[in-house]
């Protein structure tokens, strides 16, 4: 079964990726906004939503490989989980134009010399519940996305509506995206990154901290970094007017392609 995609809407083109354990449907609040400036490209990450029978690995390369064989050269958007693949893919392929960032860090898990980040035993612990109580664990990891955010409760309403609204996710996906939260450290890519990137944090984010998505737009040239004042891990929700309107004006920026 091949890659799922939705596209939407009409423009230049706009890549997005969800995070962990959802898909493309999550992003309905900025379709909404968006779909009559840019023609969106929805992708469901293998193993997710309707990618669910998908054979890809959820890996790094594969994943992207996949996807850059089935989206034309774009800006792509992505939250949490799917910044991984966005600064991954932005790194290898001159076909990712520009990057939208939101509540994305380059390395998750607290280092020593990365100090803005949960401990490695958060992603850890998600996965040995995920073996005992599958649906209970995606719900406490929703729970955790949601909380701090002035809109916690309906944010963590609209996450639950979508959680399942295309299927199961594939528990071996599962699997693999939580090492990937765990063990990817995309730092020594900033650097060289050559094109431009919009960060955008939530300053109530307890997964992914505002200070990282600073310090990790500090480290990329040509890039601008967004806090959003009672914003949780997932912005794009409670506070879509705000991201809508950040990303319009940072897409009406880029050279035409």
Same mark, same amino acid.
């Given at each position: 079964?091949?890659?799922?995609?939705?596209?939407?809407?009409?423009?230049?083109?706009?890549?997005?990726?969800?995070?962990?354990?959802?898909?493309?449907?999550?992003?309905?609040?900025?379709?909404?906004?968006?779909?009559?400036?840019?023609?969106?490209?929805?992708?469901?990450?293998?193993?997710?939503?309707?990618?669910?029978?998908?054979?890809?690995?959820?890996?790094?390369?594969?994943?992207?490989?996949?996807?850059?064989?089935?989206?034309?050269?774009?800006?792509?958007?992505?939250?949490?989980?799917?910044?991984?693949?966005?600064?991954?893919?932005?790194?290898?392929?001159?076909?990712?134009?520009?990057?939208?960032?939101?509540?994305?860090?380059?390395?998750?898990?607290?280092?020593?010399?990365?100090?803005?980040?949960?401990?490695?035993?958060?992603?850890?612990?998600?996965?040995?519940?995920?073996?005992?109580?599958?649906?209970?664990?995606?719900?406490?990891?929703?729970? =955790?996305?949601?909380?701090?955010?002035?809109? /916690?409760? #309906?944010? &963590?309403?609209?996450?639950?509506?979508? *959680?399942?609204? !295309? $299927?199961?996710?594939?528990?071996?996906?599962?699997?693999?995206?939580?090492?990937?939260?765990?063990?990817?450290?995309?730092?020594?890519?900033?650097?060289?990154?050559?094109?431009?990137?919009?960060?955008?944090?939530?300053?109530?984010?307890? =997964?992914?901290?505002?200070?990282?998505?600073? /310090?990790? #737009?500090? &480290?990329?040239?040509?890039?601008?970094? *967004?806090?959003? !004042? $009672?914003?949780?891990?997932?912005?794009?929700?409670?506070?879509?007017?705000?991201?809508?309107?950040?990303?319009?004006?940072?897409?009406?920026?880029?050279?035409?392609?």
């Amino acid at each position: 079964m091949a890659l799922h995609m939705e596209i939407v809407g009409d423009g230049p083109p706009l890549v997005l990726i969800h995070g962990w354990g959802l898909h493309g449907g999550v992003f309905a609040p900025l379709v909404d906004r968006l779909s009559d400036r840019f023609r969106m490209h929805l992708v469901d990450l293998p193993g997710h939503g309707y990618s669910r029978e998908d054979a890809t690995p959820l890996t790094l390369q594969a994943a992207v490989a996949e996807i850059l064989a089935h989206t034309p050269p774009a800006a792509w958007l992505a939250w949490s989980l799917g910044g991984l693949f966005a600064l991954h893919a932005a790194s290898v392929s001159p076909q990712v134009r520009a990057l939208a960032l939101v509540a994305v860090t380059p390395r998750f898990v607290r280092g020593g010399d990365w100090p803005h980040a949960v401990e490695a035993s958060v992603f850890e612990q998600f996965g040995k519940d995920l073996q005992q109580d599958y649906r209970g664990t995606l719900e406490r990891f929703l729970a =955790l996305d949601t909380i701090g955010s002035e809109h /916690a409760r #309906a944010e &963590l309403r609209t996450l639950k509506e979508n *959680l399942y609204a !295309r $299927g199961e996710p594939s528990p071996h996906a599962l699997q693999q995206g939580l090492t990937l939260l765990e063990q990817s450290d995309l730092r020594g890519s900033l650097p060289a990154l050559s094109i431009p990137s919009l960060w955008i944090s939530g300053r109530r984010d307890r =997964l992914v901290s505002p200070s990282a998505m600073q /310090a990790a #737009a500090a &480290l990329t040239p040509d890039s601008r970094y *967004l806090d959003i !004042r $009672g914003g949780g891990h997932a912005p794009f929700l409670g506070h879509a007017d705000q991201v809508a309107d950040e990303v319009r004006n940072f897409m009406a920026t880029l050279p035409p392609s």
